[in-house]
């Protein structure tokens, strides 16, 4: 019964963590084509208020998933160390391609801004052209394509357990 429960809450764990960066993503997507300088910083704080909800949820699959692994001994199986490799490769991989980009537009919309150790106080918006620039980047293409395929790997290495 315990492992049921376990499941659930990883599942419930996965789903949360889905939702709250599923704005961070959307956000990625909506700064390309916003225009006014309230508007971008509204989208901006709008993806950066998911983070709390997304961290935790992350904590909660990761958790449950390794005891989970523990009590069905999945840990001697290589899809588990795969999955847990995949996850933690795509974490590393959005924070360096997504973090800075995000940090460069809310420095650039004149938001307050982290440089990955601490955070800076706002500074007057960088110029019209500048923005448009930073706007226009592929970045959230990469970074979705980032996110994306390596979790549906991840599902399909919980689900089919191939190795």
Not at 58 to 67: C, P, Y
Not at 145 to 163: E, R, S, Y
């Amino acid at each position: 019964m315990l492992y049921r429960w376990l499941v659930f809450l990883h599942i419930l764990g996965t789903f949360g963590f889905l939702l709250a960066h599923g704005g961070s993503a959307i956000a990625a997507f909506r700064v390309r084509h916003e225009r006014s300088l309230d508007g971008l910083r509204a989208v901006l704080n709008l993806s950066s208020a998911s983070f709390g909800a997304m961290y935790a949820s992350l904590l909660l699959l990761l958790l449950a998933g390794i005891v989970m692994g523990f009590m069905g001994g999945w840990w001697a199986m290589g899809w588990i160390w795969l999955s847990l490799a995949l996850l933690l490769a795509t974490a590393v991989g959005m924070y360096l391609l997504a973090t800075g980009y995000f940090n460069r537009l809310r420095r650039a919309a004149g938001l307050a801004w982290f440089d990955g150790r601490r955070e800076h106080a706002a500074e007057p918006p960088a110029s019209a052209e500048e923005l448009a620039h930073l706007q226009a980047s592929g970045r959230p293409v990469v970074t979705t394509a980032l996110g994306v395929l390596p979790i549906a790997l991840i599902l399909w290495l919980m689900v089919f357990k191939p190795f």
